[in-house]
């Protein structure tokens, strides 16, 4: 049975860096699952440099909606996998969904989010059947000022409960300021 360890922090934090660290610790087979949809210049330049920095006998998984087919599939093959990121695929979830987003129903935001948290708990339970640890990165974006457009806040909440769940099902949960990885759970 996997362990999930949740890596956490604001933009920039280092959490990626630490989190390629802590995945490098845990055996020599190692699976990255990736998120990031490379949909502008600046976002394919974030994925050429994070390819860079990782260790090139590393196998990749592209899965930006559903990392739980990764998991499912390819966690007996591995020591450990490293998800990154829980934040992004939250942000590919909601945005596949159509929504009104300047007059959005509630009941239709319920059903968004419900769709998220259906693959986190998946996420959960394929790592609970895997023999691969799960390293998770994902962005704390709660410590800033309430958003102002109905999108922004019902992103800003679902990311919330999506790290709420994932830490509550977490063996160990870091987070990263400035570079500096503190333990917040686990021994």
């Known amino acids: ?33 990736a998120t990031a949809h490379p949909f502008d210049d ?26 739980s087919t990764v998991i499912a599939a390819e966690g007996h093959a591995f020591d450990a996998l490293l998800l990154d990121c829980l934040t992004v695929m939250t942000t590919n979830r909601i945005l596949a969904q159509p929504v009104d987003w300047d007059h959005p129903p509630v009941a239709r935001m319920t059903e968004v989010e419900a769709r998220v948290m259906a693959e986190v708990e998946a996420i959960v339970a394929a790592v609970a059947e895997s023999r691969a640890d799960l390293v998770a990165v994902t962005n704390e974006v709660g410590c800033g000022i309430v958003p102002g457009s109905p999108m922004a806040r019902f992103f800003r909440d679902c990311a919330g409960r999506v790290n709420q769940r994932m830490a509550a099902a977490a063996a160990e949960v870091y987070l990263v300021v400035s570079g500096i990885p503190v333990r917040i759970k686990g021994t």
């Open 1 to 33: 049975m996997g362990r999930i360890l949740l890596v956490t922090g604001g933009a920039r934090s280092g959490k990626s860096s630490f989190a390629e660290q802590l995945t490098a610790g845990l055996g020599a087979a190692i699976a990255y699952i």
């Open 42 to 67: 600046e976002m394919a330049d974030r994925i050429a440099k994070h390819r860079l920095q990782r260790p090139t006998t590393w196998r990749t998984f592209e899965a930006p909606d559903r990392p």
